[in-house]
């Protein structure tokens, strides 16, 4: 069994809001790797990558992909699973989607979450982690939306994308 859609992006791109949104819309579960890592390892994801280190919770995080992948549901996942080249072999087998929009709109969204690789200066924290992460999201991406405005319109363009891609 494959997953019906994945979801993949920068932080506060809406991976985690629209699986559950799409799942809803096509009667299905909706999963977040972040949750099926933080019932591995027993404690939050944010928590277990600051104790723990990222190389850690990148082997962790690919378990969690591999675990998630395969249910029938829309999957989200964390914004940098694809630094893994394990999970990008994983995800490059799925209908994955990636979430977009301006840097700004991220920043606003994301608000004061933890977030541990955001660190003390989010605004270059983003950009750097788009300039390291946007060729691996091309690379296994088969569709990119753009998640700009309000939830509802995001979704509106996420299902139109996907259901006119079938």
């Not at 809001?17 to 790797?33: K, P």
């Not at 082997?59 to 996942?77: I, N």
Request: with cysteine; proline share 2%; hydrophobic share 45%.
């Amino acid at each position: 069994m494959v997953a019906r859609a994945v979801l993949i992006g920068l932080p506060g791109s809406g991976k985690s809001t629209l699986a559950r949104a799409l799942a809803a819309h096509w009667g299905c579960d909706a999963v977040d790797t972040d949750d099926v890592l933080s019932a591995s390892v027993g404690c939050s994801a944010a928590e277990f990558l600051r104790t723990r280190g990222e190389e850690a919770f990148r082997r962790e995080e690919v378990a969690a992909l591999d675990v998630a992948l395969g249910a029938d549901a829309v999957v989200a996942t964390g914004g940098g699973v694809v630094v893994s080249e394990g999970a990008r072999a994983l995800l490059a087998a799925q209908r994955t989607v990636w979430l977009d929009c301006e840097d700004a709109v991220l920043l606003t969204r994301l608000g004061e979450g933890e977030r541990p690789l955001l660190g003390a200066d989010p605004t270059i924290a983003l950009a750097r982690l788009r300039a390291q992460r946007e060729t691996w999201y091309r690379e296994v991406s088969v569709l990119r939306v753009d998640t700009s405005g309000e939830i509802d319109e995001a979704l509106g363009r996420l299902r139109d994308t996907l259901e006119t891609s079938a």
